[in-house]
């Protein structure tokens, strides 16, 4: 199983970005889809999550309003689009996998995860 993420770079702080995951190696539609965050000296954090459907999406708190999370099954591919982007969304981003119908924002109930793709937004 592989998951590709791209689409991280700098931006200007209320710019946009939209992160892409590529997955290889497993059965996409089985799969709940999420993305987490982690900044420099923070615990990886919770961003979003789609259920397998697609038919339930979690945010976190902070991200309502602002970034979308969407799947595309025909390519294997979830998508992050995030808007609005301030300083503190400054952050490597993880795209995760887990088998099963639900979404969740939990971290331990991934099975797999990308390499991660670093998003810079300047001030």
């Known amino acids: 199983v592989q998951l590709q993420a791209s689409g991280g770079g700098l931006v200007q702080a209320g710019g946009s970005l939209r992160l892409s995951c590529a997955a290889s190696?497993?059965?996409?539609?089985?799969?709940?889809m999420g993305w987490f965050r982690q900044a420099p000296g923070e615990e990886r954090g919770f961003v979003a999550a789609?259920?397998?459907?697609?038919?339930?999406?979690r945010y976190a708190d902070s991200m309502k309003g602002r970034f979308i999370i969407s799947t595309n099954n025909a390519i294997n591919t979830v998508y992050l689009q995030m808007n609005s982007l301030k300083p503190e969304d400054a952050a490597v981003y993880y795209c995760?996998?887990?088998?099963?119908?639900?979404?969740?924002?939990?971290?331990?109930?991934?099975?797999?995860w990308g390499q991660g793709t670093q998003v810079t937004v300047s001030s």
């Open positions: 789609i259920s397998r459907s697609g038919g339930s999406i």
């Open positions: 190696g497993l059965t996409f539609s089985t799969y709940a």
């Open positions: 995760a996998a887990k088998l099963g119908l639900y979404a969740s924002s939990s971290s331990p109930d991934y099975q797999y």
